[in-house]
T-cell receptor, first 115, second 114 residues
Framework: DVKVTQSSRYLVKRTGEKVFLECVQD?????MFWYRQDPGLGLRLIYF???????EKGDIPEGYSVSREKKERFSLILESASTNQTSMYLC??????????????FGEGSWLTVV | AQSVTQPDIHITVSEGASLELRCNYS??????LFWYVQSPGQGLQLLLK??????LVQGIKGFEAEFKRSQSSFNLRKPSVHWSDAAEYFC????????????FGSGTRLLVRP
């Protein structure tokens, strides 16, 4: 069974802290994504990685960075957390190539509260 | 630029009633279109998708969607809603440049009355 695992489901962090959100997939997928989900705004793409050590900014990359040192792991980093980064964060992965035929798989999400 | 709009933030239907969730897309050519469902506390699950061929596509859990080019729409339907269908539904389009990123609408939350 396909699996995208976000190890931290619920986090509470203080303003200014450095925050790491980890995502691991066991399907040998090349593409990995980080989305942010907010009520009324849907899912917005933060960063996309099309393979190891390769990344591309999404629609809202400000305040975030990412790391992809190994194929199975894609980390989202908040260098200095702020209250407006309180949100649900979703990781996803997909086989590269055919964007229609290759299904994108999602993790269960990480709820981050910044106080 | 490709985008999708879901005009309804919330929809409430009675159990057993029919359902239609609206999705409008903005794209010059035929887009890759998807519907996803998110149950409370869960990630997203693919319901169905469309690119070409028959404009009426069948998905999982008894859902279907119809692609209408003239209306730029890809509405999701179900003839008889079950209480377990209460969830948030997202329409999405693949951005057809470089890396084929998936772009989502703002979502429609479905509430089911007993």
């Amino acid at each position: 069974d396909v699996k995208v695992t976000q190890s931290s489901r619920y986090l509470v962090k203080r303003t200014g802290e450095k925050v790491f959100l980890e995502c691991v997939q066991d399907m040998d997928h090349e593409n990995m994504f980080w989305y942010r989900q907010d009520p009324g705004l849907g899912l917005r793409l933060i960063y996309f990685s099309y393979d190891v050590k390769m990344k591309e900014k999404g629609d809202i990359p400000e305040g975030y960075s990412v790391s992809r040192e190994k194929k199975e792991r894609f980390s989202l980093i908040l260098e200095s957390a702020s209250t407006n980064q309180t949100s649900m964060y979703l990781c996803a992965s997909r086989v590269a190539g055919d964007p229609y035929g290759n299904t994108i798989y999602f993790g269960e999400g990480s709820w981050l509260t910044v106080v | 630029a490709q985008s999708v709009t879901q005009p309804d933030i919330h929809i409430t239907v009675s159990e057993g009633a029919s359902l239609e969730l609206r999705c409008n897309y903005s794209y010059g050519a035929t887009p890759y279109l998807f519907w996803y469902v998110q149950s409370p506390g869960q990630g997203l699950q693919l319901l169905l998708k469309y690119f070409s061929g028959d404009t009426l596509v069948q998905g999982i859990k008894g859902f279907e969607a119809e692609f209408k080019r003239s209306q730029s729409s890809f509405n999701l339907r179900k003839p008889s809603v079950h209480w377990s269908d209460a969830a948030e539904y997202f329409c999405a389009v693949v951005k057809m440049v470089s890396s084929y990123k998936l772009i989502f609408g703002s979502g429609t939350r479905l509430l089911v009355r007993p």
